[in-house]
């Protein structure tokens, strides 16, 4: 998006504007989506991430303050939304745990999304974010509030579980 474009658009919206955030919105949707799925990987959890980092956004758009890096913001909403529901999940889990309940594994999907899911968060996020959202490494940086050099070792040691991971699953 023109960053101009952008701008105003954001303006408007701390204005009360909903049109002008609802088109930000549609804007960023496909790459919000794609790494909310690389993060939680599954529909449901990805279409309640997003509509609680819309709802949130909506609600702070006036403490943006800077207009041009919207899409920094709203990416930080989504990271900490999706955040949320990965704590919700694992509490769900150790509920059933201790009840003895057992349930089948719906978040499933492709290969790749299966072993990036058994990565740390403190890899995994950062690995989204560059690989599949596009940002930089100082973006990163700026998002996850840590420093270029940690953003840097946490890709570098990520990429190297996740490789051992898929050749365990190669050769095992």
């Known amino acids: ?48 991430c997003l509509q609680e980092t819309e709802i949130r956004a909506w609600q702070k758009i006036t403490k943006i303050k800077n207009e041009g890096a919207f899409n920094t913001w709203i990416f930080r909403i989504m990271i900490n939304s999706a955040k949320d529901i990965l704590k919700k999940r694992v509490e769900v889990i150790e509920f059933e745990e201790r009840h003895g309940k057992t349930t089948e594994d719906s978040y499933a999907t492709g290969q790749l999304d299966q072993e990036l899911n058994r990565l740390s968060e403190i890899y995994r996020i950062p690995l989204v974010l560059y690989y599949y959202a596009g940002f930089s490494i100082k973006e990163i940086s700026e998002q996850l509030k840590m420093s270029t050099n940690t953003v840097k070792t946490r890709l570098a040691r990520g990429r190297l579980q996740l490789k051992a991971i898929l050749e365990e699953q190669h050769n095992g």
């Open 1 to 48: 998006m023109e960053k101009d474009l952008q701008i105003k658009l954001v303006k408007r919206a701390k204005i009360g504007d909903a049109k002008a955030f609802i088109t930000l919105c549609e804007m960023y949707q496909e790459v919000l989506y794609n790494s909310a799925y690389k993060l939680l990987l599954n529909d449901a959890d990805v279409a309640d």
